[in-house]
């Protein structure tokens, strides 16, 4: 294989009309919307970026920390659970049941199962946009006071899960 490549001179552009406060998290995307997190709160751009929309209704004094996008459903992951939107972030309802760790570090999404990482260690999965929540932790071992499942990422049949501890 031969390959090459030409520098194409690109160049960063920051973006953030509309945004307040300073640190800016996760990302997700639904169709043309970009959502993203920043400083515990949800924003929406519509036009790639150049200006953002605050979209909290719903999650008043609730910190953010993870988004996930799958078609028209947009997740949020909280300090206080786990909070789905299907109306491009209009509307918020919390999607708690069973879910026993409601700190919601980190969520991954593939076709119908949606996992989700939290504070201590555990990871959960719905099958049914978040009605319910199952423990899939049998087997995660994590030696650390800081145990907390800071980022799931699936491929294919595997599923990887990355804590605070730095175990992965």
């Known amino acids: 294989i031969n390959l090459s490549f030409q520098n194409s001179n690109a160049q960063w552009v920051e973006s953030n009309n509309g945004l307040y406060g300073g640190s800016v998290g996760s990302f997700a995307f639904s169709g043309n919307n970009i959502f993203t997190v920043c400083s ?60 026993t760790d409601t700190i919601v570090y980190s ?18 999965l719905s099958t049914d946009e978040g009605n319910n929540w199952n423990n899939k932790s049998s087997g995660i071992i994590i030696n650390s006071t800081y145990k907390s499942i800071q980022s799931i990422i699936i491929s294919g049949n595997n599923i990887y899960a990355g804590a605070y501890s730095g175990g992965v």
Do not use: C, H, M, P
């Open 107 to 124: 969520i991954a999404i593939s076709e119908d199962k949606i996992f989700v990482g939290t504070n201590n260690g555990t990871v959960f």
């Open 40 to 99: 515990g709160n949800i924003y929406l751009s519509i036009d790639n970026g150049d200006t953002w929309t605050r979209k909290n209704s719903g999650l008043s004094n609730i910190s953010v920390i993870s988004l996930a996008a799958s078609g028209d459903n947009i997740y949020a992951g909280t300090r206080s659970g786990i909070y789905l939107s299907t109306d491009n972030g209009e509307s918020w309802t919390q999607k708690n049941s069973r879910l």
